[in-house]
């Protein structure tokens, strides 16, 4: 089964097939999850994006949820090595973060 066939199983089978989960909303959460399982643990993973969920649901936009929840999770600074972004721990800090205005 593909992604795009377990989002329609999924979605169908929660009543809420009238969802429009593109793929640029699908990758603001897959980073969003890959961001908090690195930065956090992995369980972070899908309970933050299911709280990031809720969010949307009382009304902030994903991608000022999801921008949020990733600053949170991936501080600028990292206080292990005192490296200003991260840029030793694996490149560019901002690749996969979602902006505030990404998706509405």
């Avoid at 994006?49 to 809720?54: A, D, H, R």
Wanted: proline share 8%.
């Amino acid at each position: 089964m593909t992604l795009d066939e377990w989002v329609r199983s999924v979605t169908a089978e929660l009543g809420i097939d009238d969802l429009d989960l593109d793929t640029d909303r699908m990758h603001i959460l897959l980073d969003l999850a890959r961001d908090a399982a690195h930065a956090v643990q992995r369980p972070a993973a899908p309970l933050t994006t299911f709280l990031v969920g809720v969010a949307v649901g009382r009304g902030q936009s994903l991608g000022a949820a999801a921008a949020r929840a990733t600053a949170l999770a991936m501080p600028d600074d990292d206080p292990d090595t005192g490296d200003p972004g991260g840029e030793t721990a694996g490149g560019d800090p901002t690749v996969g973060r979602a902006s505030p205005g990404d998706v509405p």
